[in-house]
């Protein structure tokens, strides 16, 4: 039957891509440094390989044959999906022309060189032609796609499926009339939260059996999954029942290590779910980033930074760090892992204060794209939103807009899918509390019973919707920016007075 033809071709182009995850994983993590030229080569050849299979004709003619043939009606709703979805994809990536892919490659490639070196100096001046072409090769990938109404949103699709600037503009325009309020409100408070026992030494190896201990808490198990250290911890999907993620331990900083297991924690339990649920189903992938985001974010900031989970766990730290924290009680420890402090820098900011990070590069990007600013005039946009958002200005580029490596990888409308994630996060609290009740004594047994709602609500769905279909039909609204911010006031105006 052609639709199982169908379903096994688009299985074995996803294990070419589980190949690639494990190629570089291991290139993340332990590759020898002599490895790393061959290893970009056979990178490249499966690349090449997977993408000629979906943009193959025998595929696309089988796709089409089965859509227009009368047998396709009488399929099950979900099958029908499914090979709407594979179409979808295989035409999208159809139409891009493949001389533009592989110049996109090349620019990218010599546009990352090109910023850590201008990273490092503050001069951008070789870089910010690269920079220049990367956004018009975008704009380019975007009009042979084609679109209704904003370039931009082309861009958009490859991070979060369907999703639309349109959407975004407003709901971010009021996020950051509120965000800005809070704030000031906060500052004006004039408290100072004391957070320097944070800094001091801790065993990275005691911090290590701390975090597994806690992600064993959530249920991962480990015969599916396994940690190990990388510069910029990720999560990878090698196989079905084979999901990896990273941490990155620092000695001086309890927080690093801690919250960013904790994020990774988030994406594996949505992806072991996902697999477990859908198997060999085109939908068993998460195709929204906003959806990825919410999970990974829920565990790090809504549970893990919440006074619930720590009244449950901070006696078992203290224990293991008795000589950093013996003088520091549950109220300290609380307030310093959510101090709010306006940093120039996105990854070292706050609940509160990051999502005017992304709001500046979301505006930015559709800005860029739809040529209404120039990419030469970056920096002095950057100044300007800065000082009207954080009431500073950068002090160098690498404060500015070198700060990111997204676009210089080609990663235009990715920025946005992090915000997302937040304001689903909180909306999805909110959804679980009306069903279970307030999310304030987190042990174990609370632990298991969220993430079980979570997998009957979230996760079991995979990509089958859309996230904002998944927002609604899980939260019984559409996805606003309201939840997020009483979330915020919630939590914030309690610690800050
Ligand atoms: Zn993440």
Request: with cysteine; aromatic share 12%; charged share 30%.
């Amino acid at each position: 039957m052609i639709y199982n033809e169908i379903i096994n071709s688009i299985n074995e182009i996803k294990n070419l891509g589980y190949a690639l995850s494990l190629l570089n994983w291991d290139q993340s993590i332990f590759i020898p440094k002599n490895g790393v030229m061959s290893r970009a080569n056979v990178i490249e050849t499966i690349t090449k390989i997977a993408h000629d299979m979906l943009i193959s004709d025998i595929l696309y003619e089988k796709i089409l044959s089965c859509t227009e043939s009368n047998d396709f009606k009488n399929l099950e709703e979900f099958k029908q999906k499914e090979i709407l979805k594979i179409k979808k994809d295989v035409e999208k990536e159809r139409k891009k022309p493949t001389d533009l892919v592989k110049e996109i490659a090349k620019t990218t490639s010599l546009a990352m060189n090109e910023w850590e070196q201008a990273k490092k100096t503050g001069n951008d001046e070789k870089y910010l032609p690269l920079l220049n072409k990367i956004f018009k090769l975008k704009k380019e990938i975007a009009d042979a796609i084609g679109f209704s109404d904003n370039p931009y949103d082309v861009l958009l699709d490859d991070y979060d499926e369907n999703l639309k600037y349109k959407y975004i503009e407003p709901l971010f325009n009021s996020l950051e009339n509120q965000l800005v309020e809070i704030i000031n409100k906060i500052e004006a408070s004039k408290k100072h939260i004391k957070d320097d026992f944070l800094l001091r030494k801790y065993d990275k190896n005691k911090q290590w059996e701390f975090g597994l201990c806690i992600l064993k808490k959530f249920g991962i198990n480990f015969d599916s999954c396994r940690q190990d250290i990388s510069t910029h911890p990720f999560t990878t999907t090698i196989g079905e029942y084979d999901v990896r993620i990273t941490t990155n331990i620092s000695e001086n900083n309890f927080i690093k290590g801690f919250f960013s297991t904790l994020h990774e924690g988030g994406h594996c339990l949505y992806e072991l779910s996902v697999n477990n649920h859908l198997n060999s189903s085109p939908f068993a992938t998460i195709s929204s980033l906003s959806l990825h985001e919410s999970q990974s974010r829920f565990f790090e900031n809504i549970i893990g930074r919440s006074y619930g989970f720590w009244k449950n766990h901070f006696n078992d730290l203290k224990k293991l760090f008795i000589e950093n924290l013996n003088n520091v009680t549950l109220d300290d420890f609380y307030k310093a892992i959510n101090k709010v402090k306006k940093s120039p820098i996105r990854t070292e900011s706050d609940e509160v204060t990051y999502n005017l990070h992304i709001i500046l590069r979301t505006q930015l990007e559709n800005d860029l794209i739809n040529d209404k600013i120039n990419v030469n005039s970056i920096n002095d946009f950057w100044h300007e939103r800065t000082k009207k958002l954080f009431n500073f200005y950068p002090k160098t580029k690498s404060e500015s807009y070198l700060q990111d490596i997204h676009w210089s990888d080609g990663l235009i409308g990715y920025f946005p899918t992090y915000t997302l994630g937040n304001l689903i996060s909180a909306q999805i609290l909110n959804a679980m509390e009306n069903q279970m009740g307030k999310v304030n004594d987190i042990n174990d047994e609370k632990l298991i019973n969220i993430i079980k709602w979570l997998d009957k609500n979230i996760y079991k769905h995979g990509s089958f919707y859309s996230s904002m279909e998944l927002v609604k039909i899980s939260t019984n609204k559409d996805l606003t920016h309201e939840y997020f911010i009483d979330y915020l006031k919630d939590k914030f105006f309690e610690i800050y007075n």
